[in-house]
Nanobody, 126 residues
Framework: QVQLVESGGGLVQAGGSLRLSCAASGRTFSSYAMGWFRQAPGKEREFVAAISWSGGITYYADSAEGRFTASRNNARNTVYLQMNSLKPEDTAVYYC???????????????????WGQGTQVTVSS
């Protein structure tokens, strides 16, 4: 069982930066691919970024490519999402998720993730 707690959200002006953190409990965190998703009001949850268990492979949504960076520190059971050049359309609740399979490749598909955090709000003002 893995429990995930996101932090680092907040209000930022367009062009600013935020770093989201996701702290995980459980000894098996280091073997799980992790993902970041977001959901804006009235919209479906969408993929943002994914990172392999080792951190060596990352995937990004087109909207995040070049602006967001996913990373992880397995010794600290934490995954991060560095978000730069933020835009008002990035406003959403951001969720981290763990796939749960041993060294499974990272996925862009939400249903591949078995564990989810409670989310953290990111608001970008224009």
């Amino acid at each position: 069982q893995v429990q995930l707690v996101e932090s680092g959200g907040g209000l930022v002006q367009a062009g600013g930066s935020l770093r989201l953190s996701c702290a995980a409990s459980g000894r098996t965190f280091s073997s799980y691919a992790m993902g970041w998703f977001r959901q804006a009001p009235g919209k479906e949850r969408e993929f943002v970024a994914a990172i392999s268990w080792s951190g060596g492979i990352t995937y990004y949504a087109d909207s995040a490519e070049g602006r967001f960076t996913a990373s992880r520190n397995n010794a600290r059971n934490t995954v991060y999402l560095q978000m730069n050049s933020l835009k008002p359309e990035d406003t959403a609740v951001y969720y981290c998720a763990a796939q749960g399979g041993f060294r499974s490749p990272p996925s862009r598909i939400a249903t591949m993730y078995g564990y989810w955090g409670q989310g953290t709000q990111v608001t970008v003002s224009s």
